[in-house]
Nanobody
Framework: VQLQASGGGLVQAGGSLRLSCAAS????????MGWHRQAPGKQRELVAT???????NYADSMKDRFTISRDNAKNTVYLQMNTLIPEDTAVYYC??????????????WGQGTLVTVSS
């Protein structure tokens, strides 16, 4: 399983970015996909998840600003991030897990993409 994240960069506070994660070597449409992030000096945290059927779940602090989506035909999951704040600065990772597996166990990870939000 390979996950390739992209789309990170430097953006001013209040701006937007869309992250993408392309998957290969997996039956993408059946997997639960997630975005996680790790800010400097902090533990990695879950940002959002999306099931094969499109059911989404978000961390409370991000649910009004971030949107996760997937395109099964392209084997890609996206994270649209709006109204970015400096506290969103982090390395963002996409991850995958099989359905009906523990929600805190993500066996497959991408390499991460850095998002930097300037004030």
């Amino acid at each position: 399983v390979q996950l390739q994240a992209s789309g990170g960069g430097l953006v001013q506070a209040g701006g937007s970015l869309r992250l993408s994660c392309a998957a290969s070597g997996v039956t993408f449409s059946s997997y639960v996909m997630g975005w996680h992030r790790q800010a400097p000096g902090k533990q990695r945290e879950l940002v959002a998840t999306i099931t094969s059927g499109g059911t989404t779940n978000y961390a409370d602090s991000m649910k009004d600003r971030f949107t996760i989506s997937r395109d099964n035909a392209k084997n890609t999951v996206y994270l649209q991030m709006n109204t970015l704040i400096p506290e969103d600065t982090a390395v963002y990772y996409c991850a995958a897990r099989r359905p009906f597996t523990p929600s805190d166990k993500w066996p497959y990870w991408g390499q991460g993409t850095l998002v930097t939000v300037s004030s």
